[in-house]
């Protein structure tokens, strides 16, 4: 049955077994309409060859390749690590950083193109088709949304696969190899085959971007992390672009088996879900970045980006990129991060990222403040009234209490009154 009149839909193309299926779903199911590829390049690397041809050879009528690289992590990742932004204590959000991203240019490729609809992948249980809407209506609202897997007969990718056979659509994915996954340069996550179980452990085969710390190397490696106004722009004492940096350790971090998590996740729609992801370099650079930041920020303004940290992760993870609120959180960030810059020295050992040294010309840390020595810098004996003075509710409270004729309500109880069985 052809649904509503299509002209031309701009899709998220991956490569991958869903995207594929999508490309002649949509010319069966809208009236032939011209599909429009679009890959973004935030750095899959491998996954980008040959897939120009596997595009066309679907039936879509060319593909779109950027390298949106380096503004993916000046952008995006650098904010969000800035903010101090994790969801549920681990998820350092690869994957959800970058959707607002690939969406917005998607807007943009359908606007260049007179297309009036775009499509994704995305599966009706998933955080990435809200990822990807919530940025259309904020960007173009009168685009039409095409989400497949709300709509068609697939119900596995087992089904999948059937329908890529029946259309002659090349296929790089198997039954074999079930695992779903997202990589860019910031991280790669799997889900799906025996993941699916959270009694499972994940096969070591599954691991891409990291060995295992058992099988890391004996010897730890030191690095240092240069960083200016929160950014991080060295690797080693050696300026590197932020493409670069990630690149080099990646690999550093990912030989010393850095960066693997396996979670389960509570997904924006409701459900659980289990995810392993490997995220190397950003494992080691927010370290660093949470190192150089206990010197630099005073106790103030590190306690409240505390509560920032997890607004803002909760706001990235549930697709709202583009709402006033992590703008106007972004601005305070920014704030925060002027005096950010020094160097973060680093111990990488078998799967641990451990802070070895921490340097800044705008450190807060003052040895002769920190030292019980320097009697004309700190006065113990002020000390004394400080405390009176801080202590005063707990007295106050507990006077009350007594010349009540009661106990304060801290005070330890009789044990001796309890008899034992």
Known sequence: MVKDKVHKVVLAYSGGLDTSVIVPWLKNNYDNCEVICFTADVGQQEELEGLEDKAIASGAAKLVVLDLRDEFLRDYVFPTMQAGAVYEHEYLLGTSIARPLMAKKMVEIAENEGADAIAHGCTGKGNDQVRFELTVMALNPKLKVIAPWREWEIRSREDAIKYATKYNIPLMQTEKDIYSRDRNIMHI?????????????????????????????????????????????????????????????????????????????????????????????????????????????????????????????????????????????????????????????????????????????????????????????????????????????????????????????????????????
């Open 189 to 421: 996550s799997h889900e799906g085959g025996l993941l699916e179980n959270p009694w499972n452990e994940p096969e070591e085969s599954m691991y891409q971007l990291s060995v295992s710390p058992e099988d890391a190397p004996d010897e730890p490696e030191h690095i240092e992390i240069g960083f200016e106004k929160g950014n991080p722009v060295s690797l080693n004492g050696e300026t590197l672009s932020a493409v670069d940096l990630f690149m080099r350790l990646n690999k550093i971090a990912g030989a010393h088996g850095i960066g693997r998590v396996d979670i389960v996740e509570n997904r924006l729609v409701g459900m659980k879900s289990r995810g392993v992801y490997e995220t190397p370099a950003g494992t080691v650079i927010f370290r660093a970045h949470q190192a150089l930041e206990s010197i630099c920020l005073d106790k103030y303004t590190m306690h409240y980006k505390d509560f920032v940290a997890v607004k803002y992760a909760e706001l990235v993870y549930n697709g709202m990129w583009f709402l006033q609120l992590r703008e106007a959180l972004d601005a305070f960030v920014k704030v925060t991060q002027q005096k950010v810059t020094g160097t973060v020295r680093l111990k990488l050992y078998k799967g641990n990222t451990i802070i070895a040294g921490r340097k800044s010309s705008f450190s807060l840390y003052r040895e002769d403040y920190a030292s019980f020595g320097e009697e004309d810098v700190y006065n113990q004996q002020d000390a004394q009234g400080f405390i009176q003075l801080f202590g005063l509710p707990l007295k106050v409270e507990s006077l009350l209490a007594i010349e009540g004729g009661g106990e304060s309500r801290y005070r330890r109880p009789d044990f001796s009154k309890f008899k034992r069985d």
